[in-house]
């Protein structure tokens, strides 16, 4: 066989940190690596589902997405985040990730520039390598945020695009409503599009969500069902901006994905519209986790900050390669640090969505590793 020739964007990225460490995992670990709820979708998420099979609601549907699902996240992102956008505005896509990788299509040429937290969610530097951009990271502060001064020293003729995430992956930080005001500010200033990934939105202890579409008109809003209503599996994202970023996004959806999965987007408007008791509970339970994973490490000895949000702690230590190896050959799956860029080096992420006694097994196991 002959030498196949790939792209030079996708052979210089590496398979997801993440992922990789997910799918290698023994039936048998204690997985603290995946960003997933261990929580079953609620109960009329599911009946919603069921009965749109039984009434055979099985073909494509409208490429932005059923219209009554829209209706509903426009009002949602008014009542819930401050900001209007109208159904039309709004595009119902296959998970965040395809959220994420159409918005990227639609405003990337080669060599511009996208600025991200370094640490930051693994799949901004690997989509925007891919478009064949370039990503230049933003240092954080000590607590993990992202600073406006710090954004505004890293902008230049070539930067297109700002992604901010909060509550962030991996770090659990949440941004202060002055600081998102200030870096909405900054990219309606300098004419360069936000994109926001509020996949974490409900899932704050400390603080408050606040929406940077709220500020300015220069955002794509991107967020998902999976993690609010533990709806991974069903691959059901959203996204929303001005109607001059939909007609474009809605061109690449089109042809990349034509539409989402038509039962997830009935199961999807039963979540929107239903009742909000699962996602309190589970945040609630989550906090419990956070408290008990948090106060169980730095007793260990290892350095860790509480996290505000999302369910991942990202707690500091030396040679941090050796131990999350090790811990992993233990049967303790968590991510090295080094995954979410290169200011993660000295850290990892573990996730607390894993039950309390799981939590509790791992760290007893941490404390025999260390």
């Known amino acids: ?23 290698a995992a023994g039936s048998s670990s204690i997985n603290l690596g995946l960003g997933q709820p ?3 979708t609620p109960e009329h998420i599911k009946a919603a589902a069921i009965k749109a099979i039984n009434e055979g609601f099985t073909g494509y549907t409208v490429g932005a997405g059923i219209p009554e699902l829209r209706e509903a ?4 992102f008014k009542d819930e985040n401050g900001f209007c956008v109208s159904p039309q505005e709004i595009i119902v896509t296959s998970g965040a990730s395809e959220a994420l990788s159409i918005a990227l299509a639609a405003l990337l040429n080669p060599g511009d520039e996208v600025l991200i937290a370094n640490p930051g969610f693994v799949s901004y530097n690997a989509l925007t390598e891919i478009l064949n951009g370039k990503t230049i990271g933003i240092p954080l502060e ?13 902008i230049t003729p070539k930067t297109r695009v700002l992604i901010l995430n909060s509550p962030s992956n991996p770090t659990g930080a949440v941004a202060s409503r002055a600081d998102i005001k200030a870096l909405a500010e900054i990219a309606e200033d300098h004419n360069i599009t936000l994109i926001s990934d509020e996949v974490y939105e409900y899932f704050i202890y400390e603080g408050e969500h606040v929406s940077p579409a709220s500020y300015s008109d220069n955002v794509i809003t991107v967020n998902a069902t999976s ?5 991974t599996g069903w691959r059901l994202g959203y996204m929303a901006g001005k109607a001059e970023y939909i007609s474009q996004m809605l061109k690449v959806h ?13 199961a999807a408007y039963a979540a929107v519209v239903g009742p909000k008791d699962s996602v309190n509970a589970m945040r609630e339970e989550f906090r419990k986790r956070r408290d008990v994973l948090v106060k169980g490490i730095n007793e260990l000895g290892m350095e860790c900050a509480f996290p505000k949000g999302a369910f991942y702690a990202f707690p500091k230590i030396s040679n941090s390669a050796a131990v999350v190896s090790k811990l992993i050959s233990n049967g303790v799956i968590v991510v090295p640090g080094i995954a979410f860029g290169s200011e993660g080096d000295g850290y990892m992420r573990i996730s607390y969505s894993a039950s309390t ?3 509790e097994k791992a760290l007893s196991i941490m404390g025999e590793v260390l």
């Open 1 to 23: 066989m002959k030498e196949i020739k790939f792209s030079k964007n996708v052979a210089r990225i590496d398979t997801s940190g993440i992922r990789k460490i997910f799918e």
């Open 38 to 40: 261990d929580f079953d």
């Open 73 to 76: 996240l426009s009002l949602k």
């Open 142 to 154: 000590e607590d993990f945020t992202m600073k406006p001064d710090t954004v505004l020293e890293k």
């Open 227 to 231: 993690k609010s209503y533990a709806m």
């Open 254 to 266: 089109q042809y990349m994905q034509a539409c989402a999965n038509s039962i997830a987007q009935k």
């Open 357 to 359: 006694k799981a939590i």
